[in-house]
């Protein structure tokens, strides 16, 4: 499986926030998108993910572009933005009702995706009263329900306590080992030993970064 991103491009009014954005992407691997606040990154994920559309600019999976073919995006690309989108009023149970069968429910719980994010442990608990963890994990679950084969994840372990992040850390290392592209927005540490290539937006322009564990020389990168 093969990635292009080429020449995305996103103005809001004067304000130029995507310029050329271009980069590839192989099965099995991570990409690293970081940048400071504002800079654009959520807007770039949400293009990709086709909720919002760019002004110019291709995704090609497979030679297929997937701004054209809405249908293919929607089975092959799984997005978790920052927030939260579930019904807050519904338990874990009957949000995953929304993107599940209960057969396929029930076998995600037993050895699958859902299992392995431990969604099992707060079913029966409101979206409404789950902690921050909870809600993120359960987000991931209903992302991927269609197995998508390209993940985009807008700073998923932000604010999480340490067992919650090595959840998800060991749920995008298994989706890695089984050929899924990941495309992660980041600032955290952990999130980042997960990336093979990271890259810097800024300006509105993407450049691929050598990080090499110097948190200070990323920073003044920035």
Not at 51 to 57: I, M, N, R, W
Not at 129 to 142: E, F, N, Q
Not at 156 to 166: E, F, V
Request: aromatic letters at 8%; hydrophobic letters at 40%.
């Amino acid at each position: 499986m093969y990635i292009e991103i080429n020449g995305i491009a996103k103005s809001y009014r004067r304000r130029e926030v995507l310029r050329d954005v271009s980069f590839t992407a192989k099965d099995g691997e991570c990409i690293g998108i970081l940048g400071s606040n504002g800079c654009g990154k959520s807007t770039l994920l949400s293009i990709l993910a086709g909720v919002q559309s760019a002004d110019k600019g291709s995704f090609l999976l497979e030679g297929d572009d997937l701004f054209r073919y809405t249908k293919i995006l929607r089975e092959q690309v799984g997005y978790v933005p920052q927030g939260t989108p579930l019904m807050e009023e519904l338990t874990a149970r009957d949000n995953l009702r929304l993107w599940y069968t209960p057969a396929e429910t029930a076998r995600e719980l037993d050895g699958g995706v859902l299992e392995m994010l431990g969604i099992g442990e707060f079913l029966k608990i409101p979206v409404s009263k789950m902690s921050g963890g909870m809600k993120k994990r359960l987000s991931i679950g209903c992302a991927v329900a269609k197995h998508p084969s390209v993940l985009l994840l807008d700073e998923p372990m932000t604010a999480l306590d340490l067992a919650c992040k090595q959840r998800i850390f060991t749920y995008l290392e298994e989706r890695k080992r089984q050929g899924d592209i990941v495309i992660l927005v980041t600032h955290d540490v952990m999130e980042m030993q997960l990336c093979d290539r990271w890259y810097i937006l800024k300006d509105g322009v993407l450049t691929p970064y050598a990080y090499d564990g110097d948190r200070e020389k990323l920073a003044a990168s920035l």
